[in-house]
T-cell receptor
């Protein structure tokens, strides 16, 4: 089966850097997704990692270590609009349904 | 707009009533997924269509739930005899066959009184 763990809540200051961790256990591995979800809205795609290492995309970067079953999302130069839930997810099964963690609610304050 | 659309965005109903939601995926996407999300949790998989065929259903999908995708384009999710525990956000997502990224619609928020 699959199990995904991420912290429930984090707080950070505008302009700072925050790292959101995710650990996973899967029976097979086909990559790891990060999605952003603002309150009451749909998840929006941030990143997809299938190989080890860091992938940078503007202010957001995502890291994967397959041997450790570990990923993190790094957000730099935090802005108030970054206050949202960040969901870690892995595809599962032949039809690639996504298994999500419970999400990390990030609050950015001035 | 060529994204995934869902209708209605909000639905309030009384316990015991039937409700139906619609999802229109991105036009060239042949894979369609339904998820349910409750407050403070991540989305949970409900069911999957490839074209018009429903190929996987979660154990979360009780007999009161049924989904269709009659022509391999839009999909409907019906809940019969709604219960208060059905209150949630119902999300639809679509993707291309062979691609991992799923694109989500805005969701339908169901409140059962």
């Amino acid at each position: 089966g699959q199990n995904i763990d991420q912290p429930t809540e984090m707080t950070a200051t505008e302009g700072a850097i925050v790292q959101i961790n995710c650990t996973y256990q899967t029976s097979g591995f086909n990559g790891l997704f990060w999605y952003q979800q603002h309150a009451g809205e749909a998840p929006t795609f941030l990143s997809y990692n299938v190989l080890d290492g860091l992938e940078e995309k503007g202010r957001f970067s995502s890291f994967l270590s397959r041997s450790k079953g570990y990923s993190y999302l790094l957000l730099k130069e935090l802005q108030m609009k970054d206050s949202a839930s960040y969901l870690c997810a892995v595809p599962s099964g032949g039809y690639n349904k996504l298994i999500f963690g419970a999400g990390t609610r990030l609050a950015v304050h001035p | 707009d060529t994204g995934v659309s869902q209708d209605p965005r909000h639905k309030i109903t009384k316990r015991g009533q039937n409700v139906t939601f619609r999802c229109d995926p991105i036009s060239e996407h042949n894979r369609l997924y339904w998820y349910r999300q409750t407050l403070g949790q991540g989305p949970e998989f409900l069911t999957y269509f490839q074209n018009e065929a429903q190929l996987e259903k979660s154990r979360l999908l009780s007999d009161r739930f049924s989904a269709e995708r009659p022509k391999g384009s839009f999909s409907t999710l019906e809940i019969q005899r709604t219960e208060q525990g059905d209150s949630a956000m119902y999300l639809c997502a679509s993707s291309l066959a062979g691609a991992y990224e799923q694109f989500f619609g805005p969701g339908t928020r169901l409140t059962v009184l």
